[in-house]
Structure formats: C-alpha cells, structure tokens
C-alpha cells in the first residue's frame, strides 16, 4: 500500500481527486489534510468517507504550522504528498494577501521540509497557468515561460513553484509540478466565475462581468485535470513542470452566453461592472509536454459547460447552504457598487 497526503483537498479540485484517486489505486491510503478555510468544505467528501472509510482519512490542519506536518507524515508513514493548499481566489488576494503568501509560499516551503526531512518518494504541487501572466495572441505559454504573477495570488503561486524547483535542484527532493489552467465542474466555491454565473442564474440574477468581458481563459473539465496530475505522477519526469488544459480558449462574453443558453434565461442578465484592478487579459496554454506522457484532455468546453451546469442543478442544496452563510457578506463587499 501507499500513504498518500493530499493537502487542500476539503476544496474544489483536491475533492475530485481524492474520489478519482481512491477509484483509480485500489492500493491507496489517503490522508486528507484541510485547515478548513472558508472554502474548505467536507461536504465535498461526505460520500467519500462512507464509500472508502478505510482508505481515507481526515485531520485538520495547517500547512504553515510545521510540527503538526511533520508529525502528520511521520505518523502516517507517508510516501507521497500532494499539495493542493492555497488560497485559490484572485479577488481576494487583492484585499487580503497576507494568507496567501503565509499558505500559498510559506506553506509550501513546510511541506517540501517534510518531504526533505522523511525521505518522501516523490513531491507534486498544484500549480496554474496564472504564473505565466497574460499572453498575446496567438502565444501560447510553455512550462520554460518566465513566470510573471500579476496578483498576489500568481505572484504566491509562482513563489511556491519556485521553492519546488530550488528544493529539486539544491536537496535533491523529488519534485514535479503540474500548472493547470481553469477548472469548472462539481464542488467549486461559488466566487469563481462559472459558479458565481450559473448559481445566480438559475436564481434570475445579474451575472457580474469585470470589464469589456473579452478576456480570454482556458476552462477545462476538473477531471481532465485530474487525471493530468495522476499522469504526471505516474510518468513526469523529476524536476520538471507540465501544463494541464484543454488547450480551447474562450471570451468571458461567450462563457456568460453559453450559460445562460443552457439555463433558457435572457442576455439581460449580464452586467458590466468595473474591472478587477491588474486583470489579466488572456490565457492560453501548450499542453504538448503533458499530451506527449499520454494523456489528453477529454472533453470539449460545450461538455465540460454542460456536465458542469448540470450539476449545480442538480446539487442546489450544496450551494444554497454556502450560499446563505457568510458568503452574502463576501459578495456584497465583492460587488456592491460596481455596476457601470
Ligand atoms: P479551493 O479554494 O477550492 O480549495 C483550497 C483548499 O485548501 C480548501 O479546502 C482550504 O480549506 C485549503 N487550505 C487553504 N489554506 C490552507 C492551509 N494553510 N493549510 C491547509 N489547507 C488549506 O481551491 P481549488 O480551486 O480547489 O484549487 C486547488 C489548487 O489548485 C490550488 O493550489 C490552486 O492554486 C490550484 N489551481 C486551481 C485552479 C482553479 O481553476 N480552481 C486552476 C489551476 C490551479
Ligand atoms: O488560470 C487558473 C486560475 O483560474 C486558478 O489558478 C485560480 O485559482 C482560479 O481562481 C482561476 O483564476 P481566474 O482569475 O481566471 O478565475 P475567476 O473565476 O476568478 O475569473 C475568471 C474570469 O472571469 C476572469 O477573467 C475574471 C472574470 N470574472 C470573474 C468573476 C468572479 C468576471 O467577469 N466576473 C466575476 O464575477
């Protein structure tokens, strides 16, 4: 057997890929380690706890705070870690940065002391496409790109891939990084755009949209992702970065129309609202590094939408409960008085 720590994923994608994970790898134990942010939620794996009770464990914590990571992978006999932890958000880290750097760099930094400190077999951290910057059509971003955080989340994420990298080169940690672009599917704390659109939707509310809404991202089915990530583990070289997205790029204008096509409501509901301060224009990725390990991306944006608005249609009770919460406060500071 092999004892896995996946840190993080009480969240959106470390969710799924603890269900995909447990699936997959009969011969897996998986110790879940969350400090149960705002956007951690055990919610997101309340099914798979009764489905694989003994194979999956949970402990609250900290990846910052170094005596429980450490007793954590000691105790649990740990062979591979997976880092998922982060303060995910973009708009928040333009009001709060100060955890993102404590999670997203210092965290990090703990976590390859761990890995350094147990001998641990190999060491993946979960990076995105944002650590490039926007790029220029028709430019794509490849993993030797120099990294250009435009926020204080990019800039953390950057900082934490680096701390990988110089870990790899100086210690010998056997890292390897994937750099996913955005991931839309079940679970996603309803601040990030697709949620946030859908939800409010379905409900007959505005859909807040920064700016012109010609900025472009990669939306790629979370699963996809995941299974990008086992590919890299399974086969990625060590010390070496891959990126993980469809490769399909899409204008936030035309992400707002195909939802609200799939929910049958008016265009009337997008509303323009002042732009996010720094706001990266366009994202798009060179997947050939992953593509060429075997793996590929397995749907299309229209899939990936559909599946994705689907669920939330069918799962109003998850996000009607976050949606009631603290949450209402959040979004009135995040949008009140920005419509143009
Ligand atoms: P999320 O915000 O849904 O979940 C983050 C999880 O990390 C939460 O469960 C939270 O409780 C936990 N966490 C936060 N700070 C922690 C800390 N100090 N110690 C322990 N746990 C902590 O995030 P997500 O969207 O699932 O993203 C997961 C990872 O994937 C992140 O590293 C993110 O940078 C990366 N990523 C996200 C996307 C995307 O589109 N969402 C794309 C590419 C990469
Ligand atoms: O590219 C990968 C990254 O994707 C991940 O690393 C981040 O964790 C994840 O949050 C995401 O970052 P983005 O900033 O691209 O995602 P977000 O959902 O916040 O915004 C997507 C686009 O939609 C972006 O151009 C901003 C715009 N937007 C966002 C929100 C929340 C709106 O127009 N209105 C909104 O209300």
Not at 45 to 67: H, P, S
Not at 145 to 158: E, V
Request: negative net charge; hydrophobic residues 35%; charged residues 25%.
């Amino acid at each position: 057997m092999k004892n896995v720590l996946i840190t993080g994923a009480a969240g959106f994608i470390g969710s799924n890929f603890v269900r995909y994970e447990l699936e997959k790898h009969a011969d897996w134990n998986i110790v879940v380690y969350d400090k149960l942010t705002y956007a951690g939620n055990l919610d997101n794996l309340k099914d798979v706890a009764e489905k694989f009770g003994g194979r999956y464990r949970f402990m609250q914590g900290d990846i910052a705070d170094r005596e429980a990571v450490f007793g954590c992978v000691k105790d649990n006999g740990i062979d591979l870690i997976i880092n998922f932890a982060a303060d995910s958000h973009v708009d928040r880290s333009l009001t709060e940065p100060g955890s993102f750097i404590m999670t997203d760099v210092y965290g990090t930094y703990v976590l390859l002391e761990a890995a350094r400190e147990f001998n641990i077999a190999r060491f993946h951290q979960i990076s995105t496409d944002e650590v490039y910057g926007d790029i220029e059509a028709p430019g794509r971003s490849t993993e030797e790109d120099k990294l250009h955080g435009s926020s204080p989340y990019s800039a953390s994420k950057a900082g934490g891939d680096l701390m990988c990298l110089a870990y790899a080169r100086s210690f010998n940690v056997p890292v390897t990084i994937t750099r996913g672009t955005n991931n839309i599917g079940p679970f996603q704390y309803p601040e990030k755009v697709v949620p946030v659109w859908v939800t409010n939707a379905i409900d007959g509310l505005p859909l807040p949209m920064y700016g012109d809404g010609r900025q472009m991202r990669d939306y790629q089915y979370v699963l996809d992702h995941c299974e990008g990530i086992d590919v890299v583990i399974e086969k990625g070289a060590l010390g070496e970065v891959y990126n993980i997205g469809s490769g399909i790029e899409t204008r936030n204008i035309d992400l707002a129309h195909a939802i609200l096509d799939l929910l049958g409501k008016p265009y009337s509901l997008i509303q323009t609202i002042t732009d996010r301060p720094g706001h990266d224009r366009r994202y798009a990725i060179d997947n050939s590094k992953a593509r060429e390990l075997g793996w590929q991306p397995g749907h299309t944006f229209a899939q990936a939408l559909e599946k994705t608005v689907r669920w939330y249609l069918e799962n109003e009770s998850w996000w009607r409960k976050i949606k009631s919460g603290e949450y209402l406060a959040y979004y009135k500071k995040q949008y009140a008085g920005r419509e143009i």
